[in-house]
């Protein structure tokens, strides 16, 4: 039997720089295929139809209150998205959810799990647009390990805030934004990060960029930037640093490889 239900209504809204890769990210569809119940202070999102978009984004917004910080979710849906698919789940959160304090870290732990399922049956090349995102995203990546060979990549749009890239193994971290925060790449191994913002918040002692990993590179076409790598990327841990000139190539500044005392 048919229920009357009022459609949710928002501003059009197109994420345009992910589908310049070619991608459809699908967002239209999926707001489309939403209605709420009554307009309360929560909104009921109930999903119109069985697919895997909507399953997963009613599933997050039922689920974001039991996350564990460690874990991430538990009991998360076997399903796999691609990554197109999983930047349209992203943007359509953001736009929905109503927890704008809790959503910074619940949201990119989430995500990263996606990117843990898409990858292990193939998928790469991710394009995550964290842009409208109120609060700058936490966590980003954290524990996101890939093979040797085949590492994972992933391309940030928006500002990002602590521990991008925690315990990470073989992932290129492409930031097309700020970092504010010290806490960037923390006990990494053979990871890249290029970033074409600032880092921010950095203070007399932050050694933390890169702290406690192994052999990643730093890379950034912002000479503010490039300084910051230079006197706050830790000596010990064998990181490089890298400047991209305007023509993309890449030259190594630094390399990081004097013993700490």
């Known amino acids: 039997m048919a229920v009357a239900q009022t459609q949710i209504l928002i501003p059009q809204v197109h994420i345009k720089r992910p589908s310049d890769d070619g991608l459809d990210d699908g967002l239209d569809a999926l707001i489309r295929g939403y209605t709420t119940q009554k307009p309360d202070e929560r909104r009921k999102v109930k999903v119109v ?31 796999v998205l691609t990554p197109s698919e999983i930047n349209s789940l992203l943007n359509a959160i953001i736009l929905f959810d109503d927890e704008k304090e809790a959503i910074e870290y619940k949201l990119s732990v989430f995500v990263t799990q996606l990117i843990k399922k898409s990858y292990t ?34 391309k940030i749009y928006g500002d990002l805030s602590d521990d991008c890239g925690l315990n990470a193994k073989y992932v290129h971290f492409d930031i097309d934004g700020n ?52 006197m706050y990327i830790p000596n010990g841990y064998n990181h490089m640093i890298y400047f991209i000139h305007p023509n993309g190539t890449e030259e190594l500044i630094k390399r990081k490889i004097t013993k700490i005392n």
């Not at 974001?64 to 998360?76: P, S, Y």
């Not at 007399?204 to 590179?217: M, P, R, T």
């Open 49 to 79: 139809g069985e697919n895997k978009l909507g399953r997963m984004f009613r599933f997050y917004l039922e689920e974001q209150h039991h996350v564990n910080f460690l874990d991430g979710f538990e009991r998360i849906p076997r399903l």
């Open 121 to 154: 049956v193939g998928y790469n090349n991710f394009v995550l647009d964290f842009s409208q995102l109120e609060k700058q995203t936490r966590y980003l990546g954290k524990n996101l390990v890939a093979k040797p060979k085949n590492p994972i990549y992933i």
């Open 179 to 230: 970092v504010n925060s010290p806490c960037l790449g923390v006990n990494a191994e053979h990871c890249s990060f290029t970033i074409t913002g600032n880092v921010k918040g950095i203070y007399l002692g932050a050694h933390i960029l890169g702290w406690s990993g192994k052999a990643c590179s730093f890379k950034t076409p912002n000479k503010k930037t490039l300084e910051t790598f230079k």
